[in-house]
Nanobody, 121 residues
């Protein structure tokens, strides 16, 4: 069973930065891609960014140019560097692992527990 553990959430002022980390317990063909999703209160879970082991990247339009996804393959850890944060970025952020780099949450088989990011105005 593949397990994911996120860390790095917190409270930050608008314009600030945070870095989220997601450690994946094992890389298998079914967990070779990692995605970040977020869910704000009363809203559906939405795609943020994704990366696959050969470092192809995918971003949501709302975060392009502000967020950067990267990976340390030796540590099985994926990072989400979030800069120029806005109050609308406030959400619980989840990392997920799956077979392919996708925008769709249902395509990811494994999920972490989530970490809260709050951006104050």
């Amino acid at each position: 069973q593949v397990q994911l553990v996120e860390s790095g959430g917190g409270l930050v002022q608008a314009g600030g930065s945070l870095r989220l980390s997601c450690t994946v317990s094992a890389r298998t063909p079914s967990s070779s891609a990692t995605g970040w999703f977020r869910q704000a209160p009363g809203k559906e879970r939405e795609f943020v960014a994704a990366i696959i082991v050969f470092e192809s990247r995918l971003y949501a339009d709302s975060v392009k140019g502000r967020f950067t996804i990267s990976t340390d393959n030796a540590k099985n850890t994926v990072y989400l560097q979030m800069n120029s944060l806005k109050p609308e970025d406030t959400a619980v952020y989840y990392c997920a692992a799956g077979r392919q780099m996708q925008r769709y949450a249902e395509r990811y088989a494994y999920w972490g527990q989530g970490t809260q990011v709050t951006v104050s105005s």
